[in-house]
């Protein structure tokens, strides 16, 4: 069976800098739903956990909070262990503010953990409105991160032919950098 041989890396810049306007109609868009479709569930449960402590809910703002905290854990896994690092070696580009945002996200993680503490202690307004400021600020960090991790991955992502795609998607980080590597070296 025939090798297939790892793509050739791209210098086109002007596939970098694709406008957001022109990521649905790219004919590799439908292959990055899947990110773009977890990134809108978070963007809704951020809006939907504020809603729930400010309907004096918060018990079951906590769990819903619990539950998806687990959820980013396995996306930023995915992201730092291999799309991170495949992007980074593929295309040359540092992706460390990206990795940064992720620990901004945790710094306010750990701040809205201690405002739903408080609230169960103690069910008041006051411990209420801060843990609102605390998820407010957390959303803050999350949309911003979102917006500027799509600005750089998805460009980069579509500039890969399917096949590519779907060996990167389908293959283990290590055997795909060993790939990247032997490429470079034949270049
Ligand atoms: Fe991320
Ligand atoms: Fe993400």
Not at 27 to 46: D, K, T
Request: proline share 5%; net charge negative; charged share 25%.
């Amino acid at each position: 069976m025939q090798q297939k041989q790892p793509p050739r890396v791209s210098t086109a810049t002007s596939a970098f800098h694709l406008p957001r306007s022109e990521w649905p109609s790219h004919p590799n868009y439908p292959q990055q739903v899947l990110l773009m479709g977890a990134h809108q569930n978070f963007r809704e449960i951020s809006l939907h956990v504020v809603t729930l402590v400010k309907e004096q809910r918060a018990p079951r703002a906590k769990r819903l909070f619990s539950s998806w905290m687990m959820a980013m854990r396995g996306h930023e896994h995915y992201e730092e262990s291999k799309l991170f690092k495949y992007l980074s070696q593929r295309y040359g580009l540092s992706m460390s503010a990206l990795e940064e945002g992720h620990e901004e996200l945790h710094e306010k993680e750990a701040w809205v953990n201690d405002g739903f503490a408080a609230c169960a202690r103690e069910d008041s307004q006051e411990h209420r409105d801060a843990l609102v400021e605390a998820l407010l600020a957390y959303r803050d960090v999350l949309w911003a991160h979102l917006k500027l991790e799509e600005d750089t991955v998805i460009p980069l992502l579509l500039a890969m032919t399917p096949e590519e795609f779907q060996r990167y998607y389908n293959g283990d980080i290590q055997s795909l950098l060993e790939e990247l590597e032997a490429m470079k070296e034949e270049a």
